[in-house]
């Protein structure tokens, strides 16, 4: 069974803060991806990355970097200097079977910056 | 390029009623999916259509189906409500699915409907 875990259920920090959001995935398959979704006050989930299980390299774009490793199975994902803007509800997801099998989504974690 | 439009955006129905969801992918996704959200058991999948097939179906009962037509456009419907099934039911589409090596993976998710059981 696939399972996604966001321990932290609420974060709030100060604008221009760095914040780190974790996810810890659990999966049997040897091909899977990894995903970020945010989900702003206005409801639709917006993508923000995808990761292949084979490629571990780290990705930045922005003020947005994800961090992937297969050995602690966790793709955390850190937003440096953070802005007001980014306050959402940030979901970790995973499909597994070669992506195949239907998003596996974690419970989310609300990020409030404060100015 | 239009988004991911799904109608009605709010909802109120009483237990024992049905209602029909409605999806308009983005033109040229083939694939669209369903998810439902409650703050309890947060973001489940429902289903996945490709090309008016159903694909891959979530740990639903059997109150909860849907359909494609021809042109992509997807619908859901849940009979015989019950005070559970008030949520945020989301339809995202892609081009061809997940698993497509030659896209992101990128769903494109409406914004959903918010159904409310009374």
């Known amino acids: 069974a696939q399972k996604v875990t966001q321990a932290q259920t609420e974060i709030s920090v100060v604008e221009k803060e760095d914040v780190t959001l974790d996810c810890v995935y659990e999966?049997?398959?040897?091909?899977?991806?990894l995903f970020w979704y945010k989900q702003p006050p206005s409801g639709e989930l917006v993508f923000l990355i995808r990761?292949?299980?084979?490629?571990?390299q780290n990705e930045i774009s922005g003020r947005y970097s994800w961090n992937f490793q297969k050995s602690t199975s966790s793709f955390n994902f850190t937003i440096t200097a953070s802005q007001v803007v980014d306050s959402a509800v940030y979901f970790c997801a995973l499909s597994g079977n070669s992506g195949n099998t239907p998003l596996v989504f974690g419970k989310g974690t609300r990020l409030s910056v404060i100015a | 390029k239009a988004g991911v439009t799904q109608t009605p955006r709010y909802l109120i129905k009483t237990r024992g009623q049905q209602v029909t969801l409605s999806c308009s992918p983005i033109?040229?996704?083939?694939?669209v999916s369903w998810y439902q959200q409650t703050p309890g058991q947060g973001l489940q999948f429902l289903f996945e259509y490709f090309s008016e097939t159903q694909r891959n179906k979530g740990n639903f009962p059997g109150r909860f189906s849907g359909r494609q037509f021809s042109n992509s456009r997807s619908e859901m419907n849940v009979s015989t409500l019950e005070l559970g099934d008030s949520a945020l039911y989301l339809c995202a589409s892609s081009p061809r699915g997940l698993a497509d090596p030659s896209g992101t993976g990128e769903l494109f998710f409406g914004e959903g409907s918010r159904l409310t059981v009374l």
């Open positions: 999966t049997r398959d040897t091909t899977y991806y």
């Open positions: 033109s040229g996704h083939r694939s």
């Open positions: 990761r292949n299980s084979f490629d571990e």
